[in-house]
């Protein structure tokens, strides 16, 4: 039998001693201001358990605290201290009973409360408005304060909201099918006074990067809308300013709306140019007489944009085909990436202007986008966008859902497409339209994957197929390559290529090019007379084809072919299907061998034959030798040669079995032509070659995650269950030691185990430890990650044994995180979020335990084990992260099975494919 233990000291250390701390310190803070705000500032994300009446008589003992922040508490100082916690929660419990009364009321209360309480907002002088039961608008007083500015922005804007909100679901939500989070209802926007006070904004965000280049943002932790206007711009300059702050609000509008149909109150869709460039389509619907919008769509100045970028002579690196656009992740990688096309043509950006220009790159491409995918063509692509807009909208990210929404539809048609909608749309205005200088890169939408997926952060940079290509100067592969022809049998392209490097520049080149045209034209001519010396007789010729050995009688030789009889049937061969080496085999036979010339010899050796030498010509014997000798490394440059030429000009393979066959094609090509002068030349082509091939490969993956060692099984909207049973140590590789949580490990106290001689293994079908480690999963998930595992401890020791399974970790120790056997714990340092659960109970030693975490709909972090609830708390921003075991135990823990469910983050599946790329391709070329 076990031992049964209570772990009451454990939970008065974390969980109560921490929520008391937690607790006086928003008191002292809160005792600094002016105004005092009520206690729920911690609880509103579960407003429902706002005010607990037990707090202040059983869990707040102020008399226990003896000292604060090292110094002596006076008596007085706690009466205050409990004065002020009293009159918190008396305002808290009268907030909480009128909204039990006036529900609709909470969330707008909620809403205005975190914009007032903004730590920029409330430094500045600000008028609140509430617009019906959903929007919230906060307007900063100018400098020059008049009573008539606030209600003169609200005047202009009210209507417009509510007719924006009407639009966004007409055309957008129910459109589509989405449905409204039931726990996102309420938009706040701030008006910002000056372009000085939103800059100012940023600084106090501790932000930096292409934020300060825009007009406006939304803050989607903050569910916060920002914007500015110049309150008093010169008389000629109002009407466009007025104008241009309106388009800027109704468009952080528009991303507040695609908020509340997102997949998490703290995430919008994951598509970067699909958010922006509706926000754009909805904010152009421009308004006329302030109450309406008038539904004919105005993009003039983002069709203005991309056709002036078209122009040969000006900066069109900074337009993006649409498999990078729809892969963009973020504002700061779009102009990395056109940073990066930029200095690939040679180009320098040319700082924060260049930042400004491919900003408006983007916003007119993307809008223009959302425009032709809503209405060209009669909404030929509305349904395929409606797929993608589903798929975003549940929380998959960008780039596959468009490729799978789009799939088995070119994107170089869809690229066409879209150039005839720009043309038509210039037309229709009299404008010129410029077709862009050359076409974007594109490729089928199953095919395009492995582009559009590295089209972020890394692979913008990207592989160039034409960087394959021989160089037209390189006269020695271009010798290679006319002799390649020759040995392949096709002597007239052969005869062709030699003539043309006559001409070469280089001397050497010259003169090898007209020996071997003379050595052309001479085993035509013997060629020729052996057929017409075989049809005369009717004899045999002997022959090869795919390995397999033929043979027939010579019935005639007219026009380049050969009539062969084959028992009843007449076959007719070209000339070019039997190469030189098996004709010099057929001189050899037939004895028909002009040996004194070399012809038997160079056929021999253009067929890769050692044996070339005994029939080399005496007279010019050494030249003969020589250049019969270079002939194998020549044919070795030329197949490079031409694997590399096929490769610059073919489309990159679609799917894992055709990426495969690419890998194993080039791999039998480097074992043939490795060493050779062209292989040293086009090493780094052939690994970024080599590194898209494999890319083709993971981005086709169905059944498992290249680089992982985990039982891998795809799930829908991106998702993958991973599953460790340990039966091999290389599972262990999916988990990195790291040095985490050190403050935690000095409140645990010491262990009769170092951090040398803590370890983790793979033993008897389970993953034992025991000691001072760390170790956190490779990959990082989003929103709704599950983690289920399978352990227990057992042996002996004198500390306690304390282990932590995290999830939703920002590797900075905001975590969500169950304690040994279901005490939980919620922690978000930057939002001063913390929650912790009860008592876990009982534990048992050697005791095996099943555990399940995960977050539900409402927010909440919960335990289960052995399939029952046994905790929950609030998660907080806690939506996304990476998964990490922490242990600090002399007692061994045995973790029977390990499982996560989830979808990986975009970033980390990105550094998850590089790995495996580069360690396969590394297997390629050493």
């Given at each position: ?50 005010i607990e009446k037990p707090h202040s ?72 408005r509430e617009l019906g039961q959903r ?426 072919a050969v009539t062969v009889l084959r ?360």
């Amino acid at each position: 039998m076990g031992t049964t233990v209570s772990l009451p000291y454990v939970i008065l250390r974390r969980g109560l001693g921490a929520a008391l701390l937690w607790s006086i310190l928003a008191l002292h803070a809160s005792a600094q201001e002016a105004e005092i705000p009520f206690s729920a500032e911690n609880h509103l994300s579960g407003y429902a358990t706002w005010i607990e009446k037990p707090h202040s008589s059983k869990l707040i003992d102020f008399a226990s605290f003896e000292s604060w922040e090292r110094k002596k508490i006076s008596m007085a100082q706690l009466e205050e201290l409990r004065r002020t916690w009293r009159e918190a929660t008396q305002r808290a419990e009268a907030q909480y009973q009128r909204f039990e009364k006036e529900p609709a009321a909470l969330p707008l209360f909620l809403c205005r409360w975190n914009v007032e309480h903004h730590s920029f907002v409330r430094k500045i002088d600000f008028e609140t408005r509430e617009l019906g039961q959903r929007f919230v608008l906060v307007v900063q007083q100018p400098s020059r304060r008049t009573d008539a500015y606030v209600q003169s922005i609200v005047d202009r804007y009210a209507p417009l909201v509510e007719r924006l909100e009407q639009t966004f679901v007409a055309e957008h939500a129910q459109r589509f099918g989405l449905e409204r989070r039931a726990d996102y209802s309420v938009y706040a926007i701030l008006v910002l006074a000056s372009e000085g006070d939103y800059l100012n904004f940023w600084k106090s965000e501790g932000r930096a990067g292409t934020h300060r280049f825009l007009r406006a943002h939304y803050q989607q932790q903050e569910r916060l809308a920002v914007t500015y206007q110049e309150a008093f711009a010169p008389r000629a300059e109002r009407e466009q300013a007025e104008r241009t702050e309106r388009h800027a609000f109704l468009h952080e509008l528009v991303h507040a709306l695609q908020h509340s149909y997102g997949p998490s109150k703290f995430d919008l869709p994951r598509g970067l140019w699909f958010n922006e460039g509706l926000a754009e389509y909805l904010a152009l619907h421009l308004p006329e007489t302030g109450s309406s919008l008038v539904p004919e769509l105005r993009a003039e100045d983002a069709l203005r944009t991309v056709l002036e970028l078209q122009r040969k002579d000006r900066p069109h690196y900074l337009l993006s085909p649409i498999s990078s656009l729809v892969a963009a992740g973020s504002l700061d990688l779009v102009v990395r990436a056109a940073a990066r096309r930029a200095l690939s043509l040679g180009v320098q950006p040319d700082g924060e202007r260049f930042v400004s220009m491919a900003l408006e790159a983007f916003y007119a491409q993307s809008t223009l986008w959302v425009c032709f995918l809503h209405r060209a063509y009669e909404g030929r692509h509305v349904k395929r966008l409606g797929d993608y807009v589903r798929r975003v909208s549940s929380g998959a990210a960008s780039p596959q859902p468009f490729l799978d929404a789009f799939q088995g539809f070119e994107l170089a048609g869809l690229e066409r497409e879209f150039q005839q909608y720009l043309r038509s749309e210039a037309e229709k205005r009299k404008w010129e339209y410029v077709a862009p200088p050359a076409a974007p890169v594109a490729s089928s939408a199953a095919g395009a994957s492995s582009t559009a997926a590295n089209a972020s952060e890394e692979a913008d940079a990207s592989f160039d197929p034409a960087s394959l290509a021989c160089d037209a100067d390189d006269e020695r592969t271009r010798l290679a390559l006319a002799l390649r022809e020759a040995s392949e049998g096709r002597i007239g392209a052969a005869r062709t290529a030699l003539l043309a490097l006559r001409s070469a520049s280089d001397a050497a080149i010259r003169a090898r090019a007209a020996r071997e045209q003379a050595r052309v034209l001479q085993f035509e001519g013997h060629r020729d007379a052996l057929l017409k010396s075989l049809a005369s007789g009717q004899k045999l010729l002997r022959w090869e084809r795919g390995g397999e050995k033929l043979s027939g009688k010579v019935k005639a030789f007219a026009d380049g072919a050969v009539t062969v009889l084959r028992g009843s049937s007449e076959v007719k061969l070209g000339l070019e299907e039997i190469p030189p080496h098996q004709w010099g085999q057929e001189f050899l036979r037939t004895k028909f061998a002009p040996a004194s010339d070399g012809t038997i010899a160079w056929c021999l050796a253009l067929g890769g034959q050692k044996d070339f030498e005994k029939h080399l010509p005496k007279s010019d014997a050494e030249i003969w030798k020589t250049d019969l000798s270079e002939l194998l490394p020549l044919l070795s440059t030329a197949e490079l040669a031409a694997f590399l030429d096929r490769a610059a000009r073919t489309a990159l393979p679609t799917g894992e079995a055709a990426g495969q066959s690419a890998i194993e094609e080039l791999r039998r090509v480097l074992a043939r032509t490795r060493g050779t002068p062209l292989h040293h030349a086009k090493c780094a082509a052939l690994q970024g070659y080599t590194r898209e091939l494999y890319g083709v490969i993971f981005d086709a993956q169905k059944s498992g995650l290249p680089g992982l060692h985990a039982q891998a099984t795809a799930k829908d909207s991106g998702r993958w269950q991973l599953a460790y049973e340990f039966q091999s140590a290389d599972e262990l590789q999916d988990f990195v030691a790291v040095e985490y949580l050190e403050g935690r490990r000095a409140e645990m106290g010491k262990l009769a185990y170092s951090r040398a001689e803590s370890k983790l293994e793979v033993k008897d079908g389970a993953w034992v430890g025991r000691g001072q480690l760390c170790y956190r999963h490779r990959l990082a998930f989003g929103p709704g990650t599950v983690v289920r595992y399978k352990f227990s401890l057992g042996g002996s020791g004198s500390q306690f044994p304390y282990f932590l399974i995290g999830l939703n970790d920002d590797g900075r120790e905001s975590f969500l995180a169950c304690l040994n056997h279901g005490y939980l714990e919620a922690i978000d340092l930057s939002a001063q979020h913390y929650q912790a659960s009860d008592t876990e109970g009982d534990f048992v030693f050697g005791t095996t335990y099943e555990m399940e975490l995960r977050c539900d709909a409402e927010g909440r972090f919960l335990a289960f084990r052995n399939g029952k609830e046994v905790a929950r708390v609030v998660a907080g921003p806690r939506t996304a992260g990476g998964v990490f075991l922490f242990l600090h135990s002399e007692f061994p823990l045995r973790m029977q099975r390990f499982e996560i469910e989830g979808a990986p983050e975009p970033a980390a599946l990105r550094a998850l494919r590089r790995a495996w790329v580069d360690a396969e391709a590394k297997k390629l070329f050493g």
